[in-house]
């Protein structure tokens, strides 16, 4: 029979070691529990940890070489205008309403549209950079000069909007062009007013009121009120209801010849006094206030 061999002493347990556990490696704690991560200084009593960087477009300006938000693109439907409601840096004065450029003038412009019995006022605010005024002093004026003159007072009222608008044009060309560097695009002037279609439909109040002026003129001319001595007269009435013209004295239409003009008066009876100049007849005018008689003589 085989004697087992004697028990041997157990081996000694370390302190604070539990000797059925499995093994389990040491774990570094996990950041922001109130641990600095591993081969991390401790931050010093007293001391608290730095802030986290700020988020681009809060305040501050973005990184060295980045173009300016906005730069060269219109803003979003809805949004505002850049510039609209804001105040102007410091010591600069106003920025223009439309791109935020500088220099920029206080300036209204303004257009009409007429439509025969109705009509329409229209007008823009500023403040203005030169390149934003003259494109919309073009554009403003351009429409005017086609869509305004449909109705009887936009005839009157659509000049005088344009004369009003010339004031404000002197201003706005004395500014320089725009600085570089603002936050919105200028708008397009576009060409000049009279380089647009539209401009020439001026030509058509125009001529019609050249039309009238001449008609009138024309009309005038050969009325008796116009008559002076040695004239011709025609009379296309008759002798109870006389209709006198001036004509030409070579024509064969020449019946009489003017020898007297009497001015504020009514009585052919004073053309007596130029019997010895062959008059023979009287005719007399009265409109209003003005009234006359001429002496006439028979043409030979």
Known sequence: ?????PLQPPSPVPAGQNPYASPVPPQAPAPGYGFPPPGAP???PGLAPPAPAPAPGYGFPPPAGAP????GF??????PMPGAGFPPPPGQGPVCRFCGSVPAVDATVRGHQGMVVI???LKLRGPFCRTCGIAAHRDMTSKSLWQGWWGIGSMIINPITMLLNLPQRAK???LPPPLPGAPGMPMNPGRPIFARPGSWVLVLPVALLALIVLGAGLDLADEPSSASVGDCMHNSGSGFNP???IVDCGSTQAEFRVVGKIDDATDIQRCEKFADQGARSGYYQQQGSSKFVLCLAPNK
């Not at 029979?1 to 061999?5: D, G, L, R």
């Not at 219109?74 to 949004?79: I, R, T, V």
């Open 1 to 5: 029979m085989t004697t087992p061999p």
């Open 42 to 44: 401790a931050p010093g």
């Open 68 to 71: 300016m938000p906005g730069a």
């Open 74 to 79: 219109p803003p979003p439907a809805g949004a």
């Open 119 to 121: 009509m329409r006022f």
């Open 172 to 174: 706005i060309n004395k």
């Open 243 to 245: 209709d006198m013209h």
